[in-house]
């Protein structure tokens, strides 16, 4: 009868240990859950908080972020675009475009005939667009050219190292023709 009653012991102290460990498991499981819902209840309070902290945009705000800055023309200008109107013996007339805007940014350009001086160091170049091998792209290149290349009616920018803007007349160092 002592064995049994050891058995007995041992069965129970056995029975004992392994509800204990269950209990254990079950309540390391169940503060887990406990803690992942509060995790996540604190996300989504916090994320609905930031909803709620974004004020609407009003029609005159969304009217105001989408209004243009006012395009200013510089006071000097050292470079024009215009079209060849003649060609004479070191001088060109060309029929600028001068650059002006309204107050609503709309473009109020203006054309002025203009006269360019040659000089022994200006260069004449043109604007033509090449095959890149390396790229197999069109890529822009300046390619030298003659005062006999420009023809009336080209498109040209000229570059002069002095403000340009209210000259009728004046020397340049580059002048670009730009095939249209």
Do not use: H
Request: proline share 4%.
């Amino acid at each position: 009868m002592f064995i049994f009653k050891k058995q007995t012991e041992e069965t129970t102290y056995n029975n004992f240990k392994i509800f204990n460990k269950n209990i254990i498991i079950l309540v390391s499981f169940l503060i887990l859950i406990i803690f992942l819902l509060i995790i996540f209840s604190l996300y989504f309070l916090n994320k609905n908080e930031q909803k709620k902290t974004i004020p609407p945009i009003s029609e005159e705000e969304k009217n105001q972020t989408q209004a243009m800055p006012k395009i200013n023309v510089p006071a000097v200008l050292y470079n024009l675009f215009g079209t060849v109107e003649k060609i004479e013996e070191g001088k060109i007339i060309f029929k600028a475009t001068i650059p002006q805007f309204d107050e609503n940014n709309k473009d109020i350009s203006r054309k002025e005939t203009r006269k360019i001086i040659l000089t022994p160091s200006t260069e004449i170049k043109s604007l033509v667009f090449l095959l890149d091998k390396l790229t197999g792209k069109t890529m822009p290149t300046e390619v030298k050219m003659s005062l006999e290349d420009i023809k009336i009616g080209d498109y040209v920018e000229v570059v002069s190292s002095k403000d340009i803007k209210n000259s009728e007349s004046f020397e340049v160092k580059k002048i670009t023709i730009i095939n249209r």
